[in-house]
């Protein structure tokens, strides 16, 4: 896989100590964005892998080691659905974090789930562009999941929204289900400083073999296409997602007591 990003893809023993990373790595990162801008801009995935890093950082310690007065939230996608909808990604992130910690309501930002597909995409897209004020787009941290056909965001295999260069946020239609998404594309989340996608489960072995060690095939495994410009990518995956992986220097095994 080739990058323009410095690369760091670690093992851990199992989903507790990955999601443990991965409340570090948002710690971390807040902290140091806090420092250089006065400011921590986080964009979440949707999914169910994050649930545990969201439960761990709405408790101490973390929770105790963030200044939440300066957190901006966004999402990396969102199911076109009213925001108390169960398919809701936001709805997650509220219910098990974001309702239990001292984040001013008015910076945890939401795609619009009462507008129509592209208008809610359209919406999105004009907060981003209001919010980073003529400044590069970069997030200081996106995370993203991984689905087993290799897309990630709303980001799916051969679909037209992997071409779009221009927009920073837009609308999916998938043939298959009739849940339209926005989602961030490909230039916006290549802009960020920290992009970390969290993967576990022996069902995302295959998947993720083909993402990080199979030939570059971005259309089939947009995930592929994910690469900060001038950013980190940390891959944080459980030994069971990483099962198939060939072992070599690029993977770091973490164990239990690191
Ligand atoms: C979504 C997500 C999607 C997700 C992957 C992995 O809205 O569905 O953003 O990209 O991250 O499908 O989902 P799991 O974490 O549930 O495996």
């Known amino acids: 896989m080739k990058l323009g990003a410095q690369v760091v893809i670690q093992v851990y023993p199992d989903k507790e100590a990955m999601s443990r990373a991965a409340a570090e790595l948002f710690v971390e990162q807040a902290g140091q964005a806090l420092r250089l801008r006065g400011r921590f801009c986080v964009a979440l995935s949707g999914g169910n892998t994050p649930r545990r890093m969201y439960e761990l950082l709405a ?9 939440w007065a300066q957190v901006q939230v966004f999402w990396g996608d969102e199911r076109c659905v009213p925001a108390d909808d169960p398919r809701s990604n936001a709805r ?3 219910q098990v974090w974001l309702d239990q910690v001292p984040i001013p309501p008015q910076q945890i930002h939401p795609v619009s789930g009462n507008l129509p597909p592209e208008a809610a995409a359209r919406a999105y897209e004009a907060l981003l562009k209001s919010f980073f004020a003529g400044q590069p787009p970069s997030f200081d941290l996106i995370f993203l999941g991984l689905g087993e056909d290799g897309h ?13 260069q221009v927009r ?4 999916v239609y998938l043939a298959e289900t009739d849940l339209p998404r926005v989602t961030l594309t490909v230039s916006l989340i290549n802009q ?12 995302k072995a295959r998947v993720l073999k083909e993402v990080l060690q199979g ?13 900060p410009q001038s950013g980190a990518l940390f891959w944080l995956v459980d030994q069971e997602a990483a099962s198939q992986l060939q072992k070599n220097p690029d993977i770091k095994f973490i164990s239990d007591d690191a």
């Open 192 to 203: 960020a400083a920290v992009v970390a996608l969290l993967v576990t489960g022996a069902a």
């Open 152 to 164: 990630t965001a709303s980001l799916f295999p051969d679909h037209e929204v992997l071409n779009e």
């Open 59 to 67: 408790q101490p310690p973390c929770r105790d080691r963030v200044a």
């Open 168 to 171: 920073w946020a837009a609308e």
């Open 215 to 227: 030939p570059r095939e971005p259309r089939r495994l947009p995930a592929q296409l994910v690469h």
């Open 92 to 94: 997650l992130a509220r």
